[in-house]
């Protein structure tokens, strides 16, 4: 009996969701799935957040989940099975506004009414280690499939390291095709086992963020059948490069015209308005974009992460890039969230910012044009970014950018989960203080 997966993600990024026979999905369709409201808002353990809004203030009702999409083989595992994925209303079919995807769809309907199409593609880093590795509680560096050689050093770009991969690597790319995301390159990123893997540009904003989720599962998926661990885990080497989530942004009016271009290589004052949101909006929208503990490890200088909101033309140590090209391909590359965020939550912060440059008309601070790393003490043309998750969290707390984008909804339970989470891990002694002061002191 074949079974349907009906999946729905969380603040956290996480699928959630139940199987059900084949046999059910015209129901599914009909009716949708009921899932506790609560389920979005859990913690990256899955327990419940009870300061979020959404849990015991409402007696843990259910929001109604319904499919959003078509159904979608899943090329790994053993036995035949679909998924689809599906959105949360509330019982009167109102959205609820704690669903990720709903957020999206908020931000891109204010888009629409101000007449702009977004125009979305994103990139996803991450990273091959061996299957052991979950087990075993830290990083395995996997071997060469051919070759057998340790990935011991960064071969960025490196055609060899994809031949050693190409099975698991063409595997992926039959599963992306057989779930129709429209994938452009693979190839070897900076660290050991690392990999990209981009999406093309969608002229929908939530479709491209669900090719974006769906990426991420089959990547998982697959490696697995392959006895290997795949990971967007933002920093799991300390030595070793992060792994980025970056987004390239172009605007569309009513014609279907880019409305980042006029012409010209620097693009137009819209352009230089939208910058300018984002980095207005880069502080209490941080927490999005680096919403784990480990998150902060990326943001390290001369590391390909930015460390301050800044912008510039085709400049990868900047926040905001402005990639050069043909004029009527301008757009903006976002660069600051990394693989382990939401990708809902990401477009929709990032969309809000801009939205909100875009009506302001204010311009940007001056582009950095040179190294951003060694410039950073400069305040004209930098924003200090948060340097660790609190600061982050209250930032995010204190923002009045976001919630008339978001809602107040978000806002409470995506504060209350990530302070929740920093809480538990706040307790736990780690082993390297073990290591260093147990038999020292």
Known sequence: ME??????????????????????????????????????ALDIWGEDVLANGVTWERGDGDGVCLPCGPLLPMMWGELPRSQILTTMVEPDG???????????????????????????????????MGGESVAQGRPVPPRAPVSGYELDS???????????????????????????????????????????????????????????????RAVRGVARDFGLHGTFMAKPYGDSAGSGLHIHCSLLDEAGRNLFDDGTEAGSPLLRNAVAGLLAAAR?????????ANSYRRFVSNAHAPVSGSWGYENRSV???IPMGAPAARRFEHRLAGADANPYLVTAALLAAMLHGLRAKEPPPPPIDGNAYEDA?????????????????????????????????FRRAFAA?????????????????????LGAL
């Open 94 to 128: 109102t959205p609820f506004m704690g669903d990720p995807r709903q957020i999206l769809n908020a931000v891109v309907e204010q888009c629409r009414a101000d007449g702009y199409t977004p125009v979305v593609a994103l990139e996803l880093e991450f990273y091959l």
């Open 377 to 409: 003490t400069q305040p004209t043309s930098h924003i200090p970014l948060p340097r660790d998750w609190l600061a982050a969290i209250e930032a995010f707390e204190r923002g009045t950018l976001l919630e008339p984008y978001l809602g107040p909804v």
């Open 319 to 321: 926040a905001v890039r």
């Open 284 to 292: 209490e929208s941080f927490l999005i974009f680096a919403p784990n």
């Open 3 to 40: 079974e349907i997966e009906i999946l729905a993600c969380d603040l956290n990024g996480i699928l959630r969701g139940k199987r059900v026979p084949r046999e059910q999905l015209d129901k599914v369709r009909k009716e949708g799935m009921k899932f506790p409201r609560s389920i979005l």
């Open 154 to 216: 960064p071969r960025v770009y490196a055609m060899d390291e994809l031949s050693e991969f190409s099975a698991v690597l063409s595997a992926m790319r039959r599963a992306c095709a057989s779930l129709g995301l429209p994938t452009e390159s693979i190839m070897v990123e900076n660290g050991r086992g690392q990999f990209e893997i981009t999406l093309t540009h969608q002229a929908d904003a939530l479709l491209a963020a669900d090719h974006a989720i769906l990426l991420k």
């Open 417 to 437: 989960c990530k302070r929740q989470e920093r809480e538990v891990l706040e307790r736990r002694v780690t082993d390297v203080e073990y290591e260093t002061y």
